[in-house]
């Protein structure tokens, strides 16, 4: 046989070491012979091995000779069959573990396999199993668990097939188990072009679920893997962005079966994540179905399938399904949602899509969630064209045809990411409830469209031609004509309906406050006592006249500023903001803002920039109040007309919010000599 190891290594010393301590090695390996019951034979062979490289590497011309035939190129040493058990021995000592077993398993196999019964035999086994657990761990140091535990199968097969080493066997076989874990995620999380190794994966966790009796550990899971329940859970959550929502879903499927409440709840949520995804409505239907089944103490499933009745375009139902949940702060924030009720519906379903379900998969990236694709996917509508009422299919494709502006990302002030919900503690979807705000986030509330939705009449006309609308949209408008007709006259009734309508809303203009809402021009925005003149005349101020006023009241050092000169600061901080998310600069936000709100709006336009919008904002001050005041602070609440647009590089508009009624309160300070905007929070 011939060994992988050259005589230092076989002895322990190094290249460099002189003969005393090459001679010192040899005596401590001498004085420490394993004890793991090695034959006396054995033992000896191994003595008679180290003292021939002890004795190779202590004469210098020797020594000499043997290192230059290492340089030439020698390696391994050539070991007579009496001494093959010796070298092995003194290999797997050497930690070649991995050699040691391959060779050991090797010798133990026909033809040269040895005699039944004998001390060879019985010695090699030993030698076999004791460096296939030590290969297995150096494999695990490195992370490699599958082949960690592919060695240590190897391992308990040969102990079973020699019969022997019984204790051993046990040894690799809980080696195995505890090792099983991590070799799932090792399998998983491996490329997916290695599509054997992820089978196998998948194979061996749906075994250690159904061992452990389900997600939930009802039977004595310790022993299973070696994990609590706390600790499964936490490697579930690991492994569960390796793999695709279809494959959830099955998973998922076979555990509820078995009796797994847990995964019938993460079924539903896998189907409603694979439905959304990829635009599959039957799946919702499907989840529904589990949603409704789950029977685990304090969930409450009504929120969550008033969710799946407002995808599949059943508005009614939704919001029955919320008035009958049994959360009481649930409903209060339905009621005190400052907008429609559809609106606060979407809000929830876009929550709890976002931060619920479309999480832990390998094939869903959502970073937002656009309600408005969902519902003008063409096999989204034609399966709710297939769902029972009229009333609930005209709704959803009239009043579906804003959501996307009502989305939660579209904020205000941009100064938090927390939602109205969280504002009062009140529930919403996404696990534990956020921390309150410090500074309140507020929803996005009414846009032209809904504002103009309100009109009785009008929205009756809406909702009946936006099944038409649809069909423009979605196919060829010859084909329209042709094949029906009865939207042709649909369409052309409901033109001249809102042409007509428009001229009289253009005519009769509704007033918002004190300010004419078609009246609202940016220069508003930067007025101050000097411009207004006493006939309350809005006449608009070029540019140039509006960095001259700037100038003169930026920055505002006043002692004592008055009401004036505060909302003149205000607003200057309002216009200065809206220049920069508009693309532009701003020479003054600088000045009047705190650092931290400065860089929030800078850490806001590169996001937009990113995404290739601008945002246009009309922000003007209908009234204001100071209800603090001191030499250092000054409190005033303010109450403004706001209006907003999101505009994507192409020019289209992609949001728009209209506020006529807004509350913020604004706190102001003094930072050395001037008085800039700190903080403020916003609604009602």
Known sequence: MELPIDHFRLLGVSPSANPEEVLRAFQLRLDRPPKQGFTFEALSQRSELLRLSADLLSNLKERQSYE???????????LSSNREVAGLLLLW??????QAFKLAKKALQPPQAPALGSGRESDLTLI???SCRDASIDEQNCRRYASGAELLQEGIQLLQRMGKLVEERKTLETDLEALLPYRILDLLSRNQEDEKSHKDGLILLEDFVNKRGGLEGKRNSEKIGGLNQTDFELFFLQIRKFLTTKEQSKLYLNWYRRGSEDAGFLAAFALVASGFSYRNPELLQDARKYLRNININGFDPMPLI?????????????????RSSSDEKLKDWLDNYPGETLAALCDYCRNWLRKDVLVGFRDVEIQ???????????????????LE???ALGLAKAGFSFLSSLTPEQQLENNSSKNFASEEGLPMPGGALDETLKE??????????????????VKNVILKCSSAFELIKNSDFKSLILKRPIYTSALAFAGLFIFGTSIGILTQRKTYGNKNLNNISSSELVKSSKIKTKDNESSQISSNEERLNLNKLIPLTSIAPSDQEIKFLIESWLKGKADILNGLDSQFLSSIARTSLFNRVIEQRKKDKLLGQTQIIDAYINSIKIVQRSDKRIEADVELNYKDKSISSSGEVLSETVIPSLKVKYIMGKNKNNWVVVDYISGN
Not at 446 to 456: A, D, N, T
């Open 440 to 457: 309140k986030s507020f929803k996005p509330q009414i846009q032209s469209k809904e504002v103009f939705l309100r009109f009785g009449l």
């Open 306 to 322: 008033g969710c799946l009745d407002l995808l599949l375009g059943d508005v009614k139902q939704a919001e029955a399904r919320f």
């Open 368 to 386: 937002t969630v656009n309600l408005d694709d969902w519902f003008a996917n063409k096999q989204v509508q034609e399966y709710i064209e297939q």
């Open 128 to 130: 076999a199993a004791l």
């Open 389 to 391: 009422t009229k009333g």
């Open 93 to 98: 000592e050497s930690k070649a573990s991995l």
């Open 68 to 78: 230059l035939a290492l340089i030439e190129g020698s390696s391994g040493l050539d």
